[in-house]
């Protein structure tokens, strides 16, 4: 789902406490009130989980299959997020091997299509849960992650941007879909979402605001379209820099990208996908060494798909606690999930009302 710790914009504000101006990652709305309590907070997961599932599968052929906690360490299986973050690795007494408790399962899907057979047009999906505990921890980012990680097989006559751009559009749907029906249930819920999507590439981003950072771009995006899909994510733009990192031997840099709404209770650009069509042969190749990153060239992973071995695919990480956070309004990630904060974190909700899980 998402490639790498970032903070936009909104969380670097600027507070005035007791006279004294001060810069938190915490923010609280002004006038701030969750709109479901503790409760009804749990039971509207739980209902979101299960309608948002059976949509998913529905709209992109896909079945439910069992994810692993921990892939085996050195086979370039796990994700490598920006390849800074560092893994959870354990010894295994029984095996005289390491685990890495997963980043994501962007490869491991893949494999897993490979393994199972699945025809063209077919794919799965998981339930997937995850630690990245280098994570920088704000509103929106908790080192617990949990997603719907999905992947489905396509041939190369769809290997291309209106494909991507398609299956975009049914996510979308399928979002807003699972909002109208919490919404029956919870007439208390306000939040609209747009079902129209604006496509955009990160280099059209950087030109139509030269002036701004890449996060700055997005959230001034948002503010007037609504829900968009920032294409292009990975490669160096004109100005020299990245809008953001990408691992190399997952998605292809041309054909991948993020889903985003704008969030009216946080007042920013609010992604809940990062997905794309994955890496080929050749994309896989020119990928590396522009990532500095032959090295991976040797392991398990990385050999069969230059060797063609892997199907063509497309996939992606949808967040489970971001589509709940966007659609039960809540002002923190831990108001839909639990894990373990600082002390500054946990001090300013209890002072709010913000109840963390």
Known sequence: MFSGSRIP?????????????????????????????????QNAIGTIKRIFEEKLSKALNLIRVSAPLFVPANTGINDD???VERPVEFDIRETNTYGQ????????????????????????????????RDEEMDNLHSIYVDQWDWEKVIDRSTRNVDTLKST???????????????KKLYPQITVKLSREVSFITTQELEDLYPALSP???????????????????????????????RAPDYDDWKLNGDIMFWNDVLECAFEVSSMGIRV???????QLTKAGCDDRRNLLFHKMLLNGELPLTIGG???QSRVCMLLLQKAHIGEVQV????????????????ELL
């Open 317 to 319: 990480g949808i967040g």
């Open 81 to 83: 997020l920006n390849g």
């Open 168 to 182: 975009v559009i049914k996510i979308v749907g399928v979002i807003c879909d699972t909002l109208d029906e919490i």
């Open 101 to 132: 408790v997963v980043h994501s399962l962007a490869k491991w899907k893949r494999l897993a299509l490979h393994k199972y057979g699945f025809p063209v047009g077919q794919g799965l999906y998981t339930d997937m849960n995850a630690i990245r």
């Open 9 to 41: 914009k909104i969380f670097l504000r600027l507070f005035i406490m007791k006279g004294v101006l001060t810069i938190s990652k915490l923010i609280i709305p002004k006038g701030y009130k969750p709109v479901l309590n503790l409760y009804e907070t």
């Open 280 to 286: 080929d042969e050749k994309s896989l190749d020119e």
């Open 339 to 354: 894990s373990i904060w600082d002390e500054e974190t946990i001090s300013g909700c209890k002072k709010a009302g913000i």
């Open 215 to 245: 996060r700055e771009r997005e959230n001034e995006y948002l503010r007037e379209h609504k829900t968009a899909f920032i294409m292009q994510i990975g490669d160096v733009l004109k100005s020299g820099i990245r809008h953001d990192g």
